[in-house]
Every structure is written in structure tokens, then in C-alpha cells.
């Protein structure tokens, strides 16, 4: 079946504690992003990948760190968490870039920074 | 910094009742539009695009969308609510250099 799996689909965490949400897909697609969802403010993009090791900064990338080593694979990494970064995130990817290819989302990892 | 609108946080209706959310992006020279929607329990799911042509364009489940260069909208429709459409619906525009806006979603609750 394809799908974009991210894990954990929870996790509360404290302050400054390292932490990396995964994000893999199966589809063989180029691009990757991922998306915090916050009331009233939508999904914003904080990076994006539109293939292996190349990697860009979208809206919001403050305190986010990415990787992209491997096609199927984009890691979002949180080297110092803070309460701000509470939040619900979206690993998608796409066949090409959005502009021409519908993105496919993963189910979402909700994130609680004490 | 290109932003995009959605007018309505949360919007009520009956079934059978005629739907338009509404849907209104900055300016940024081309642009590739979507409507995405996510249901109860599910996955964000493309609804509908336009890339170029027709500005009236078709999506699943009975929705349409209608493009308005010079309103820079948007729209999202549907003559006919279902109980099954209950769900947030996100616009988003792609100002082709990878910058994917998503607007801040609309809530949809449509009463039986």
C-alpha cells in the first residue's frame, strides 16, 4: 500500500531533550516536505527536499533540522525542543514538486514540548 | 510574503444545502492552486487542482473550484452538502518556487 508513515504519532517530551520525528515513504517520490498544523494558522512548511541531499528552508525552520540521505526517507529533527515547537506535524511527498503532483501526507505526529 | 485567506474558521449547514468557501491568495505571478480536505480520522487528501486552462475545474465527490485571476480567488463549491462532507478543508497555492501556502482551514459541519 502506499503511504508516507512518520513516527511516533505522539510524543511528549521536555524541553532541550533531542528528538527526531521520522518520515518514510514508499512511492518512490523525489520531493518531501514537512508542515506544522497550529490553530487559526494552517499547515506552514518548515522544510522541504526535492531529492536526495538536497534540502531548503520553507516558512517556519527556526529550531527544525532535516536530512535527506536516502529517497524514501526525511527526518525532522528537533536539536533543543522549546514550547513553542508544540505542535501537530506532516511529513508529505510528492512524485514531483507541487506544482505538478498532488502531495501525500502521512496521518500526523502531535508533539508536546513541556 | 505571499499569504493565502480562507475566510471561514468554521462553517454549519444542513444537508442539502449549497456550499462555498471561500479562498483568496496574495499576489505572486504564476500560481497552481489546490484544495485539500481532511476527514475525521483521516489522511489530508487532494480534493481538486487548476494548474492552467479551464478556471472552473472538477474534483472529487461532487466539489468544484472556480480560479479568478483578477480576484485572486479561489472558491471551493458544492451545490449540495452531504453529511459525509463534515470535514476541514485547507486551500493552498504554489507560487512555483516550491513556497506551498496552505490557508488556516475550514471547518465544515454539516448537520443531518
Known amino acids: 500500500e502506499a503511504q508516507v508513515t512518520q513516527n511516533p504519532r505522539y510524543l511528549i517530551t521536555v524541553t532541550g531533550k533531542k528528538l527526531t520525528v521520522t518520515c518514510s515513504q514508499n512511492?518512490?517520490?523525489?520531493?518531501m516536505s514537512w508542515y506544522r498544523q497550529d490553530p487559526g494558522l494552517g499547515l506552514r512548511q518548515i522544510y522541504y527536499s526535492m531529492n536526495v541531499e538536497v534540502t531548503d528552508k520553507g516558512d517556519v525552520p527556526e529550531g527544525y533540522k532535516v536530512s535527506r540521505k536516502e529517497k524514501r526517507n526525511f527526518p525532522l529533527i528537533l536539536e533543543s525542543p522549546s514550547p513553542n515547537q508544540t505542535s501537530l506535524y506532516f511529513c508529505?511527498?510528492?512524485?514531483?514538486?507541487?506544482?505538478?503532483?498532488?502531495?501525500?501526507f502521512g496521518e500526523g505526529s502531535r508533539l508536546t514540548v513541556l | 510574503a505571499q499569504s493565502v485567506s480562507q475566510h471561514n474558521h468554521h462553517v454549519i449547514l444542513s444537508e442539502a444545502a449549497s456550499l462555498e468557501l471561500g479562498c483568496n491568495y496574495s499576489y505572486g505571478g504564476t500560481v497552481n492552486l489546490f484544495w485539500y480536505v481532511q476527514y475525521p480520522g483521516q489522511l489530508l487528501q487532494l480534493l481538486l487542482k487548476h494548474f492552467s486552462g479551464d478556471p472552473l475545474v472538477k474534483g472529487i465527490k461532487g466539489f468544484e473550484a472556480e480560479f479568478i485571476k483578477s480576484k485572486f480567488s479561489f472558491n471551493l463549491r458544492k451545490p449540495s452538502v452531504q453529511w459525509s462532507d463534515t470535514a476541514e478543508y485547507f486551500c493552498?497555492?504554489?507560487?512555483?518556487?516550491?513556497?506551498?501556502?496552505f490557508g488556516a482551514g475550514t471547518r465544515l459541519t454539516v448537520k443531518p
Open positions: 512511492m518512490n517520490h523525489e520531493y
Open positions: 508529505a511527498s510528492s512524485l514531483m514538486d507541487p506544482n505538478t503532483g498532488e502531495l501525500f
Open positions: 493552498a497555492v504554489n507560487y512555483n518556487n516550491n513556497d506551498m501556502r
